[in-house]
Each structure stands twice: as structure tokens, then as C-alpha cells.
């Protein structure tokens, strides 16, 4: 796992079964506000990581095989250790329809996929209420 | 910038996708509402340049549809109807701003730059500080209301001040940034510009200081004029006063994240063909949905994986094929929940409607593998000209006059070269520090008590190393950078602890640096290609399932069954490797192997025999026709798979030793 980065403010997980999308997302983030980003292939491993790590935000993709998203984020609010920590789905589903129901849950946020990771800290902060970096 | 140009008229398509990419605007075009609706739903346009009569979806209503999915984008509707009704119609939908066929570009153009401007999309117009002002978009700059009339090397000076405004330029990382490695300017040459640029500023009334210089640092922009005192750490200005910079990741993030995604992309490639591939075997039994059961979740979360991952590195075409075989899979999945599989699609006749929306498939899927397969990393090897493909290395060392002399010899030869000091070795706390860009090689000098160098301790081999393979796996975990080691004199043992540790070469520091580099350049691996493979064997069923299963290994396989068309097939596969078998009917695999030996042009193809015959004598033989290996079947693919790879690996070396055969590897 990556160590923390000197002078990186924010921490995020991305628990997203696909591996190219971790690539890109950790690079953008980095490289626009130098945040550290964990990254975990499936739910469990994002569990774990989540429990261990404590970020200042998860970022969860919605298919993903065995323990989808939704079910990733019932197990981290049943956590007593994860259940503070913001949740924003990622999802291919682009239709506001499809947006609006994965709010149901009590998700913080859902961003769609694609998008330009380099884009993606700024996207959190404002899903988040979080001054700018 | 990215614009989503949507418009049926092709010459039109032509005239404005150049207008607009002369304008630095990177475009998509597509030709009807529903398409252009695709595009939408995943990619993130800075602007929409829309025709109103349109196929499947007009543009009215994809402007309506767009808005009502709260997507923000501005909009420049293109309409040919002159009367007042149908520019209201469009501006209610919810566009920004109308031109009437037939239009001056120069006006659109205008009217595109109005809009981003307006939707605060754009980096900055016109950038200010101070009293400079510099306007990226025309290449123009003015000091007070004075324009500036600047060289290009002036103007890209100012640029690179401009935009990096707490940083003190040296004359090296002037002479990096601004000329190509074939020119080499003195950096007498570098001041002058500075000079000059300088002359003009104070000319148009700037502070003396207005360029400043740090002794023995090099120079920076200093628009306080003589505020601030040079050598200071805090010397420069305040980010705040650049504010139109920081409404969006500048120009070089995205220069950066644009590379790292292609190269990211070529990375990935490969997999994503192959989830492609995986998804096409899924979706076969849905040709005879008699006779077998598809798995459809693991079909539509393929379709939906390869959605997203094609999005994301900003593959249109590819992707819009992909959302319509999840679209299709969710619907089929639904109506085969309530029973009626076959009326999914097309309710009237299900079986001939069913294959023909099979057809339909695997004509999307078709156009995924043409996008992958047309996209391959380039295997040209690079030119000074496109430093963008040049290979990357990373020099670590601690001794200056070394890393100087590596400096120096690197600006001759097609290479980028970036030194650092062990310093890199000893904590990761500094590797946020460390370029964006992956590099191909990594040059570390090992420790020599005889030499001035600095390097690393043997005895301390073992951590550092270990931080060093950490380091290679930062950047490609799966494709880590080759590791080239220097020495003078180095016992086996340590040899040993450096290969298991991922050196792949050891070589000899004594010698001059530009030969030093030529070698490194000459031992990179080739780029990840897909390597063209001919294979000639009568018996085809083999033939047909060898070809699929070294299809997946990542060859591409051209099969012949009748050596009389061996000759044609050659010509025109120009294949990177040859497998014959040895009994072929009329014309032997050993005959074919002594005719093309004999022509000088193949001499270097690889050729490898497979054969069911084992016997020592035809081994023998097919070695004297000419082959390279011999294999006896069965074979496993894998296995003939890895022999292709590795025999076109050595092939590869072996090319390079012979052209340069003065480079010596590391004697004890």
C-alpha cells in the first residue's frame, strides 16, 4: 500500500474492480492536488482498507462482481470504524433516473463515469462541501 | 477544449472539424441526434456545435434533452432557416447562441471563444499581471497597452516565465524547455535572448528588474519591479495575483494527463482486447439460443466494464458500441426474466430477429477490436523530432561531472534524459518529487572506491536495491522500467544480488557517455507490439485453434494450409516470425525454410519448426535448412507462444549487438 505523501492533504480510496481506472484516477488526483489515493479491486479488499486506513473519502464503483457498490456501502455504514466516511459512487449509468436512485441509498454523492480524473478532485470537493485545495 | 461537433452535411463536417483543429480545438463529429446523444451521456464536452435538422433525433429536441439532464454545456445551434421562429424555438430549448447558414468561420470561431469564455470553461482568454498581459489564443502579449513584438523564442521565454511564476529558471532548464535536442545553444546564446526580451519589456515602460536574476540560480518573472530581493526563497509573486490560471488545471496538467493516458491506454490495450475477445465468446451462444444458455451477467458486466474503461480513455466510437451491447444485454436480460426471451428485440419473429440482432453484435464488437487494433503503439523507432515517443531514462547519481557528462551526451541522442541524486534511494517520502512521466530505463552507478563517484555501496546493495525495484513498480507495476547498473570491477555475488533484485543489465561505467547511452537505448525493450506470425502447416484444424489460442497470447496470426501460396503470403504479411511444419504436401516445411534462407532479405526472420516428427535426423536437418527452433507436437500454445516471444526478443538483441558490437557488457 502507498505510503502517505509529504504535504498531500487529503486521502481517498477507490474500490473499482477495474484496474485502469485505479491507474487513472491516482494519477489525476495526484497530479492536480497531490492527494494519496489507496486503491482496493473489490468490495472486501475496500473494506479492509477502509477499516485500516480511515480515508477522508471513498470513492466506490457500482458493478462490480461478487460484493457490488451498494452492498460495499451497507457493510462500510455497518462498520462502526467506516461508517463516518463519505461514500461517492461511481457508475457508468448516466441517465439522471439511474443518478437519483443510487442517491437513495445515502450516498454522498454519485459521479458518472467517464470522466477526466484530472476534473475529479474538484468534483469531491464540491460534492463534499470541501474548501477548494 | 474539447467540442462535440453534431451535423449531417459532410463538406461542412470537413470545412469546420479543420477550421476548429487549426484553433487548437480537439473535435468529435457525429452525424445524427442519437449518436450525438451517446456521446453525451460520456464524454464531457466544452461545447456543442449542433445542426437543427438532423437524423433519428433533431437537434431542437437533443438540445431539450441535453438541459433536462441538467448537463450544462453551452450550445451553438447551426441553422439554415433564416426566419425568426426556428432561432426562438432553439434558443427556448436551451441553447446559447445561433449562426445562420451559410456563415463566416471567423464569425463562428468568434462566437465559439465568446461562449467558452462565458461559461468559465475557458483557462483564461486573455491572461493579466500586472501590467502584462498576454493572450494565448493569438499569440499576442502587451506591457501597459504596448504590444509586444516578440520572436518566437522571445514569446515562448515569456510563456514559460509566465506560467510558472515561483520558479527560477536555470539556463540548463531554459535550454530543455525551450530548444530540441538537435539544436544546442550556448547558453551565451540563452542571455541573449533574455536580453532582448528584457529590452523590449523595459522599451514598453517595465521595471528595470522586470526579468530578474538570481546569481548563480538563473532568472524569473518579477512584475513587483525591484519589491522583492533576489536570493530570497520568498521571492516571487503571489499565485492569487495569476487567478485565471486557477480556475482549471493548466495547460502542461493537461499535457501531462493527456500523455499519461495514452500511454496508459497503450498499457492497457491488450487486456481490454481481450475482455473484448471474452465478451464475443459469451455472446456466442446467443446465435443458437436452442441449443445453448448464455451467461448474461457476466456478459453485460463485461459490456458495462468495457463502457467505462473506454470512456474513460476518451474512445468514442469504441465506447458507443459498448453501451449498446449493455443496453441490449439488460434488455434481453429483462425479457428472459419474464420469459420471453426470443421478443426482446424483435418481437415479431424471434428466431430470425435474434440472429440478426446477433449480427448487430457482433458488428459492435467488430468496431471495439478495430479501434484497439488500429490504435497499436507505434513500433517506428523515435526521432529527435518527436521527443513526445522518445524514450525516457532516469539517471541517479550523486556525482555532478558524471551526471553533467550524461547531460551533455543525452542532448545528441533521440532520448530524454532526467538525473537525480540517491537521495531518491534512500525515502520514498521523496518520490512526489519525481516526474509524471514513466521512464523506459533507469541508469544507477554502482559505488567504486577507486572512482570519485558517490554511487552505491555494495555492502549496501541489498536495501537500496530493494528501494530501487519499489521505484521501478511506481510507475507500471506491471511493466516496470529496465534497470541498467554501472560498475568498474563488480564480484559475482553482488552480480547475482543485483539481478534478483531487477538489474537487467551490468555495464561498464569506463566508457564515454554517449556510447554509455547508446547502449541503454540499443537494450530497451521493443515497444509492446503485436508481433505478425505466418503459419504454414497442412493440417487444419490445428492450424485454426493454434491461430486462436496465439491470437490471445498477443500475436497476430496469418494461417496457410497450401505452400503455393507461401510466396504471395510472405510478401504481403512481411511476417515477424515464421512456424513451418515439416511435412507439407507437394513443397516441405524444410524446402520453404532453404528457399527463403537463401534470399539475404529473410536471413534475420525467425523460423521455428513444429512438427509431430521427433526423430534426431529431421531435427538435424530442419537446423541445416535454416531454422531457429524445433518443436514437436503436441504442443501446449502457451508454450510455442512463449518460445515465439522469447526467440523474437533474442532476435531483437542479437540485431542490436550486431549493429553495434563495440558495446561490452560489464567483464569482471
Known amino acids: ?133 | 477544449m474539447r467540442i462535440l461537433l453534431v451535423e449531417d452535411d459532410l463538406m461542412l463536417v470537413n470545412v469546420l472539424t479543420k477550421s476548429l483543429a487549426a484553433q487548437n480545438y480537439s473535435v468529435d463529429s457525429v452525424r445524427d441526434g442519437s449518436t450525438a446523444w451517446e456521446y453525451l451521456t460520456h464524454i464531457d464536452y466544452d461545447l456543442i456545435l449542433l445542426d437543427v435538422l438532423l437524423p433519428h433525433l433533431d437537434g431542437v429536441s437533443l438540445c431539450r434533452r441535453i438541459r433536462a439532464e441538467q448537463n450544462e454545456t453551452p450550445i451553438l445551434i447551426m441553422t439554415a432557416q433564416h426566419n425568426s421562429r426556428a432561432r426562438v424555438r432553439g434558443l427556448d430549448a436551451g441553447a446559447d447562441d445561433y449562426v445562420v447558414k451559410p456563415f463566416d468561420i471567423e464569425e463562428l470561431m468568434a462566437r465559439i471563444r465568446a461562449l467558452i469564455r462565458r461559461s468559465g470553461r475557458d483557462l483564461s482568454p486573455i491572461l493579466q499581471l500586472g501590467q502584462l498581459v498576454f493572450d494565448p489564443g493569438h499569440c499576442t502579449t502587451s506591457y501597459g497597452g504596448m504590444p509586444l513584438s516578440l520572436s518566437a523564442k522571445e514569446y515562448a521565454l515569456l510563456d514559460l516565465f509566465f506560467h510558472e511564476p515561483n520558479h527560477v529558471f536555470s539556463i540548463p532548464e531554459l535550454l530543455d524547455s525551450l530548444w530540441s535536442s538537435e539544436e544546442y545553444p550556448a547558453e551565451a546564446t540563452v542571455r541573449s535572448h533574455i536580453r532582448r526580451l528584457r529590452a523590449k519589456l523595459i522599451d514598453a515602460g517595465a521595471p528595470q528588474d522586470y526579468i530578474s536574476n538570481v546569481h548563480g540560480r538563473g532568472y524569473f518573472l518579477n512584475p513587483n519591479g525591484g519589491l522583492n530581493a533576489p536570493g530570497k526563497q520568498n521571492i516571487l509573486i503571489d499565485e492569487q495575483q495569476l487567478q485565471p490560471l486557477k480556475k482549471e488545471p493548466n495547460q502542461s496538467l493537461d499535457a501531462q494527463y493527456q500523455r499519461f493516458l495514452a500511454e496508459t491506454w497503450h498499457q492497457f490495450q491488450p487486456k481490454v482486447l481481450k475482455d473484448v475477445e471474452q465478451l464475443e465468446q459469451l455472446l456466442e451462444p446467443l446465435q443458437y439460443p436452442q441449443d445453448s444458455v448464455p451467461d448474461l451477467d457476466a456478459a453485460h458486466l463485461l459490456a458495462h466494464r468495457l463502457k467505462g474503461t473506454l470512456g474513460l480513455f476518451q474512445q468514442p466510437s469504441a465506447m458507443s458500441s459498448a453501451a449498446f451491447l449493455e443496453a441490449f444485454l439488460e434488455a434481453f436480460m429483462e425479457e428472459s426474466q419474464k420469459g420471453s426471451r426470443e421478443s426482446c428485440v424483435h418481437p415479431s419473429d424471434s428466431q430470425t430477429s435474434l440472429s440478426s440482432a446477433f449480427l448487430d453484435l457482433k458488428g459492435h464488437l467488430q468496431r471495439i477490436k478495430e479501434t484497439l487494433q488500429s490504435d497499436l503503439p507505434l513500433t517506428a523507432p523515435s526521432t529527435p523530432h518527436d521527443t513526445e515517443l522518445q524514450p525516457v531514462f532516469f539517471c541517479i547519481s550523486d556525482d555532478e561531472s558524471f551526471q553533467q557528462a550524461m547531460i551533455t551526451a543525452a542532448k545528441t541522442l533521440p532520448l530524454t534524459l532526467v538525473t537525480m541524486s540517491n537521495r531518491f534511494l534512500i525515502s520514498d517520502r521523496l518520490w512526489n518529487q519525481l516526474p509524471p512521466q514513466r521512464p523506459d530505463g533507469i541508469i544507477v552507478s554502482l559505488y567504486h572506491p577507486a572512482s570519485s563517484d558517490s554511487g552505491l555501496e555494495p555492502k549496501l546493495l541489498e536495501p537500496k536495491l530493494e528501494q530501487l525495484n519499489h521505484l521501478r513498480t511506481v510507475y507500471a507495476p506491471n511493466d516496470p522500467p529496465t534497470l541498467f547498473l554501472l560498475g568498474e570491477s563488480i564480484d559475482f555475488a553482488t552480480r547475482l544480488e543485483s539481478v534478483r533484485y531487477g538489474a537487467r543489465y551490468l555495464l561498464n561505467k569506463n566508457q564515454q557517455p554517449s556510447r554509455l547511452l547508446q547502449t541503454c537505448l540499443a537494450l530497451l525493450p521493443p515497444p509492446k507490439t503485436f508481433p505478425k506470425a505466418l503459419m504454414v502447416d497442412d493440417d487444419e484444424p490445428w492450424l485454426q485453434f493454434m491461430a486462436l489460442q496465439l491470437q490471445n497470447s498477443g500475436f497476430q496470426i496469418k494461417t496457410l494450409s497450401d505452400p503455393h501460396d507461401f510466396e504471395p503470403m510472405l510478401v504481403v504479411t512481411q511476417p515477424d516470425i515464421l512456424i513451418l511444419d515439416v511435412k507439407i504436401p507437394q513443397v516441405s516445411g524444410l524446402e520453404l525454410c532453404q528457399t527463403i534462407r537463401s534470399d539475404m532479405h529473410w536471413q534475420s526472420l525467425p523460423v521455428i519448426f513444429v512438427s509431430a516428427l521427433t526423430d534426431q535426423k529431421t531435427q538435424a536437418s530442419a537446423f541445416s535448412a535454416g531454422a531457429d527452433d524445433y518443436l514437436c507436437k503436441p504442443i501446449q500454445s502457451k508454450d510455442l507462444a512463449h518460445r515465439m516471444m522469447t526467440r523474437l526478443q533474442r532476435n531483437q538483441t542479437l540485431m542490436h549487438w550486431r549493429l553495434d558490437n563495440g558495446c561490452a557488457m560489464f567483464q569482471e
Do not use: Y
Open chain 1, 1 to 133: 500500500m502507498m505510503k502517505s505523501k509529504p504535504g498531500a492533504t487529503k486521502q481517498v480510496l477507490i474500490i473499482d474492480d477495474e484496474e485502469s481506472i485505479q491507474t487513472i484516477v491516482q494519477f489525476g488526483l495526484n497530479l492536480s492536488h497531490n492527494w494519496t489515493v489507496f486503491c482496493a479491486s473489490s468490495g472486501m479488499d475496500g473494506l479492509a482498507i477502509a477499516e485500516q486506513s480511515h480515508p477522508d473519502v471513498i470513492l466506490l464503483d457500482v458493478m462490480m462482481p461478487e460484493m457490488d457498490g451498494p452492498a460495499t456501502f451497507k457493510a462500510l455504514k455497518a462498520n462502526p470504524a467506516t461508517q463516518n466516511i463519505p461514500v461517492i459512487l461511481l457508475t457508468a449509468k448516466a441517465q439522471t433516473s439511474d443518478r437519483r436512485q443510487l442517491q437513495t441509498l445515502g450516498v454522498s454523492g454519485v459521479i458518472t463515469k467517464p470522466f477526466n480524473s484530472l476534473h475529479l478532485a474538484a468534483e469531491i470537493c464540491k460534492i463534499l462541501h470541501w474548501s477548494r485545495e
